[in-house]
């Protein structure tokens, strides 16, 4: 089974490529308070159709270039 994420798009500014940050919330094992953990992964869109601010789903892939290991699954704008 294949790692899906959900996470917001924060960049589109490359060509077939879109910056996609993850977040989720885990309790510090020292000070027992929800912390949140983000993390921006960098996902093939053959086409470009994702924008910023879209809410998108991606998954893991076979490595497409040096930094990219991820591809788009689907869109949730609007």
């Excluded at 601010?53 to 591809?71: L, M, N, W, Y």
Aim: aromatic share 8%; hydrophobic share 30%.
């Amino acid at each position: 089974m294949k790692k899906i994420l959900t996470g917001k798009v924060v960049s589109d500014k490359m060509k077939d490529t879109i910056v996609v940050m993850v977040e989720h919330y885990e309790k510090h094992p020292k000070y027992q308070k929800f912390v949140t953990r983000r993390k921006k992964f960098k996902a093939h869109d053959a086409g470009n159709t994702a924008k910023v601010g879209d809410k998108v789903q991606i998954e893991a892939t076979r490595p497409i270039s040096k930094d990219k290991h991820f591809r788009l699954i689907s869109n949730y704008s609007n």
